[in-house]
């Protein structure tokens, strides 16, 4: 018997967990000599030594997110897995109705949806694993792999350079003296107001850390469009965010 083949927009949340394997490799931060100081700063304060170095987090999250011109409460559940993709599924409220949303991107098909209004296609998948890229620092075990390249662009501020689900990415982290990331900035492909697809300046502020099974990640944050520039608390600030919970596999 032939078994019938899921396709990607068809994985669920839990189907994704499942299909991560673990790796037995542990965190060893002699590993990192290599690194710009600023860098090795960062993933030590990031990852307790001996830790499992996960290629994927479940994250529980609440926080606001802004729809049109207002910001609703939500809560939302997260899977991230660095080689397959992700999946994001949260529920809020809008006129009194319950509104159910999800950004995904699975085997390189990414859609986003809000109940019944749907958008999929290249664009969609891009801007998705832009999303991945910036992420990244809730799973910071994947920025010791050996394929990411690390430039450091000033006293306080470092960027990785890797290639997350098929796409080049940037990200550029603002860390203090003690190791503790601040800021994060990537370049994400997206469409602002009606525009053309294109890329932009997407990040955001942290304001508060968490640990979580030896993972210290960004647990309080402030997130959107034009990061940097004064148009993004008056226009491009749309998420706020507290994780609950994050487990790591």
């Not at 960004?218 to 469009?225: D, Q, T």
Request: proline share 4%.
């Amino acid at each position: 018997m032939v078994e019938a083949i899921t396709k990607p927009e068809e994985i669920s949340l839990d189907d994704l967990w499942k299909s991560v394997s673990i790796d037995n490799g542990v965190f060893q931060p002699e590993l990192l000599t290599n690194l710009p100081s600023l860098a090795r700063r960062y993933l030590e304060k990031a990852i307790a030594p001996g830790t499992q170095l996960a290629s994927a987090v479940r994250l529980w999250m609440h926080g606001e997110i802004k729809l049109g011109q207002k910001w609703h409460p939500f809560q939302a559940e997260e899977v991230i897995c660095w080689d397959r993709g992700m999946i994001w599924q949260a529920t809020t409220e809008m006129h009194g109705l319950p509104i159910l949303g999800c950004d995904r991107v699975v085997d390189g098909v990414g859609n986003a949806s809000w109940n019944t209004i749907q958008r999929s296609g290249e664009d969609i998948t891009r801007s998705c694993v832009g999303r991945v890229q910036a992420e990244s620092v809730w799973l910071p075990s994947v920025l010791c792999r050996p394929d990411i390249s690390w430039a450091e662009l000033s006293v306080s501020q470092v960027q990785a350079t890797f290639t997350a689900l098929g796409e080049p990415g940037k990200i550029t982290l603002t860390v203090s003296n003690q190791g503790v990331l601040e800021q994060i900035k990537v370049d994400r492909w997206g469409s602002l107001e009606g525009e053309a697809f294109h890329y932009s300046d997407f990040g955001g502020i942290v304001e508060d850390s968490g640990t979580f099974d030896g993972y210290t990640i960004p647990a309080r944050l402030r997130i959107g469009w034009f990061f940097g520039s004064e148009p993004f608390e008056s226009e491009g600030e749309s998420f706020h965010c507290t994780i609950d919970k994050a487990i790591y596999k």
